[in-house]
């Protein structure tokens, strides 16, 4: 069973950045493909970012060019450096894990609390 605690949320102004982290904890971290998911007050959870136990990305439209999303299999973490962040980019946001990146959209690890990053000036 995989345990993931989120983590580098925080308050921001447009143009600026975070870094978010999430420790994965209770299983083989890295035989999974992890991603990273967001949350907006009245919205459905999103898929934003990919990364499979290989390293290949890949992202939401809405964010491709801006986040980037790494792992580090030896400290069982996985990143999310958001850069040229927008107002839009406000909410909660989930890490989690699958089996493939093809199957992000039914992740398969309970939810952690998620980490908050509101964008504003």
């Known amino acids: 069973q995989v345990q993931l605690v989120e983590s580098g949320g925080g308050l921001v102004q447009p143009g600026g950045s975070l870094r978010l982290s999430c420790a994965a904890s209770?299983?083989?971290?890295?035989?999974?493909?992890m991603g990273w998911y967001r949350q907006a007050p009245g919205k459905q959870r999103e898929l934003v970012a990919a990364?499979?136990?290989?390293?290949?990305?890949n992202y939401a439209d809405s964010v491709k060019g801006r986040f980037t999303i790494s792992r580090d299999n030896a400290k069982n973490t996985v990143y999310l450096q958001m850069n040229s962040l927008k107002p839009e980019d406000t909410a909660v946001y989930y890490c989690?894990?699958?089996?493939?990146?093809?199957?992000?959209?039914?992740?398969?690890?309970?939810w952690g609390q998620g980490t908050q990053v509101t964008v504003s000036s």
């Open positions: 989690n894990a699958a089996p493939t990146i093809a199957t992000m959209s039914l992740p398969f690890a309970s």
């Open positions: 990364i499979t136990s290989g390293g290949i990305t």
């Open positions: 209770g299983s083989i971290f890295s035989i999974y493909a």
